[in-house]
């Protein structure tokens, strides 16, 4: 028997099933079903009642931001993030080119240019010292001390480094060069809800956090996002934006500026304060998971990842370092015919046909990844 016919196994018997598994599903119990019938008895559904307040104030009392703003998905919580943190038409935003679509989908949508740098090896997220090395390289502080690359002079207005599977970056670093070249902080933490770094919860550290709770991520409201803020006004202000810049009053419709419409309906919310009332039990059982895996593989040719020094992650989805290539299409193949969902990592941005053109710096950790990495199923086990 070979080491994937003994995962696949592995994989059942900690799912006790022999049905499909897939990748990652979400946990439900009867409170969901209770709050959600609640809502919809109280028929407040939409944008306004008891639970958006409620799950925003769960997020911040968690997080230990200051302001949480709930938002219809994670892309638009970005979006907003990236939109209150003052990014223009033709601005440059650095990211990493390992990443999810939508961290550049927000990007884009504001009329901004990704430019991608390398990712870490110990962390799968954005490397400082690769973020260091591209601005010394290609950018400048002009006498406003705006950052600016020397080629295009385009403003150079943020960055936005991606919490990987859940495990932090060295967001404390990036933090410090972002401080030094004049340039905001973003960050991208999707994946990492329960995920510390140094004792601090992701999505707290830049100048705005965006968290999703997508179907597939450790909580969930079905589909719902949230910025995570650093003072409450700035926190009144982006809630303001996302629910189309209206000026409270008893019965006029009157709109101050230009807005979005990204407001998480009543509904979603109930889902998601029922979901995070067992959010300490998930973590734990996520963690346990996490460690079947480290010692299933601790004696083979596939590594592990593990969350990096001083982090805390909460292992979203485990994931391996396959030795070769041809090894990973083994294992994708022969798991996905066994009605085990497993994936590869994402194909990165810049060999996307609409970012192909973007700035890039040297990406070799991300290429070498993007060959070797596969996501293995990570649900609660039940």
């Known amino acids: 028997m070979n080491i994937v016919t003994e995962l696949i196994e592995f994989i059942r018997e900690q799912?006790?099933?022999?049905?499909?598994?897939?990748?990652?599903q979400p946990y439900f119990s009867q409170?969901?079903?209770?709050?959600?019938?609640?809502?919809?008895?109280?028929?407040?559904v939409s944008s306004v009642g008891?639970?958006?307040d409620l799950f925003e104030q769960n997020i911040e009392s968690y997080s230990g931001c200051a302001k949480a703003v709930a938002t219809v998905n994670g892309t638009s919580?970005?979006?907003?993030?990236l939109y209150a943190a003052g990014?223009?038409?033709?601005?440059?935003?650095?990211?990493?080119?390992?990443?999810?679509?939508?961290?550049?989908?927000?990007?884009?949508?504001?009329?901004?240019?990704?430019?991608?740098?390398?990712?870490s090896a110990n962390t799968l997220g954005l490397s400082p010292d690769a973020l260091q090395e591209f601005l010394i390289e290609n950018a400048y502080l002009d006498g406003e001390h705006k950052c600016r690359l020397k080629k295009t002079k385009q403003v150079v207005r943020a960055v936005v480094p991606m919490h990987t599977f859940g495990h932090p970056v060295e967001i404390d670093r990036i933090s410090q060069i972002c401080r030094s070249w004049n340039i905001a902080l973003v960050e991208d933490a999707a994946e990492s809800l329960g995920s510390f770094y140094k004792g601090k919860h992701t999505g707290t550290f830049g100048d705005y956090g965006a968290v999703?709770?997508?179907?597939?991520?450790?909580?969930?409201?079905?589909?719902?996002g949230a910025i995570l803020c650093q003072s409450k006004?700035?926190?009144?202000?982006?809630?303001?934006?996302?629910?189309?810049a209206k000026v409270q009053h008893q019965y006029e419709y009157y709109h101050d500026e230009i807005g979005f419409n990204f407001r998480l309906p009543n509904i979603n919310a109930a889902l998601g304060c029922a979901q995070m009332e067992k959010i300490e039990m998930i973590l734990l059982n996520k963690r346990e998971l996490a460690n079947e895996y480290r010692q299933f593989f601790s004696k083979s040719e596939y590594k592990f990842v593990n969350e990096p020094l001083n982090c805390r992650s909460?292992?979203?989805?485990?994931?391996?370092?396959?030795?070769?290539?041809?090894?990973?299409?083994?294992l994708l193949e022969t798991t996905n015919q066994h009605n085990v969902m497993t994936r590869p990592i994402w194909t990165l941005m810049n060999e996307l046909p609409m970012f192909s053109s973007c700035m890039c710096g040297r990406l070799s950790v991300s290429q070498w990844l993007a060959k070797h990495v596969v996501n293995l199923p990570s649900s609660v086990r039940m």
Request: charge should be neutral; glycine fraction near 6%; include cysteine.
């Open 314 to 330: 909460n292992y979203w989805l485990n994931a391996i370092i396959c030795p070769d290539e041809s090894s990973k299409k083994y």
């Open 233 to 244: 006004d700035t926190g009144k202000r982006i809630k303001h934006l996302t629910t189309t």
């Open 87 to 119: 990014i223009e038409r033709n601005d440059v935003v650095i990211t990493q080119a390992l990443t999810f679509v939508a961290t550049c989908n927000a990007i884009v949508q504001l009329g901004a240019a990704p430019a991608f740098v390398d990712v």
């Open 50 to 52: 008891q639970y958006v």
């Open 15 to 24: 799912y006790s099933s022999s049905e499909f598994i897939p990748l990652h």
């Open 31 to 44: 409170r969901e079903k209770d709050y959600v019938i609640k809502t919809i008895e109280s028929t407040f």
């Open 77 to 81: 919580a970005l979006l907003c993030a």
């Open 212 to 224: 999703s709770f997508n179907g597939n991520k450790i909580i969930t409201t079905g589909g719902g």
